[in-house]
């Protein structure tokens, strides 16, 4: 059984930054590959960041590239997504998943099987 559990979002103005974070649990304690989901209202689900298991690798969609940086703590079994210069575009429920696959950045949401409930960051102007 592999839960994630997502929190850090909120209301921010453009301009401002949000860290989100997303707790992992597992009874095998096993490493994860990660990404980060977002769907805005009447929108379909987009791929935001993604990191591999160890930390080696990372991908980022071109939208927020510069702005966000996705990390994790592996003794904490935590990702972070860090949102900076943040836009009203970026508005959106964000979705933590993963992946048990080593070495991976996966940016397709069918490649994750495990998704947390998610957590809603608004972005006013």
């Known amino acids: 059984q592999v839960q994630l559990a997502e929190s850090g979002g909120g209301l921010v103005q453009a301009g401002g930054s949000l860290r989100l974070s997303c707790v992992v649990s597992?009874?095998?304690?096993?490493?994860?590959?990660m990404g980060w989901f977002r769907q805005a209202p009447g929108k379909v689900r987009e791929f935001v960041a993604a990191?591999?298991?160890?930390?080696?690798?990372?991908k980022y969609a071109d939208s927020v590239k510069g702005r966000f940086a996705i990390s994790r703590d592996n003794a904490k079994n935590t990702v972070n997504l860090q949102m900076s210069s943040l836009k009203p575009d970026d508005t959106a429920v964000y979705y933590c998943?993963?992946?048990?696959?080593?070495?991976?950045?996966?940016?397709?949401?069918?490649?994750?099987?495990?998704w947390g409930q998610g957590t809603q960051v608004t972005v006013s102007t």
């Open positions: 998943a993963a992946t048990q696959e080593w070495y991976v950045v996966y940016v397709t949401d069918s490649q994750y099987p495990y």
């Open positions: 990191i591999s298991h160890n930390g080696g690798r990372t």
């Open positions: 597992s009874r095998t304690g096993s490493s994860f590959g």
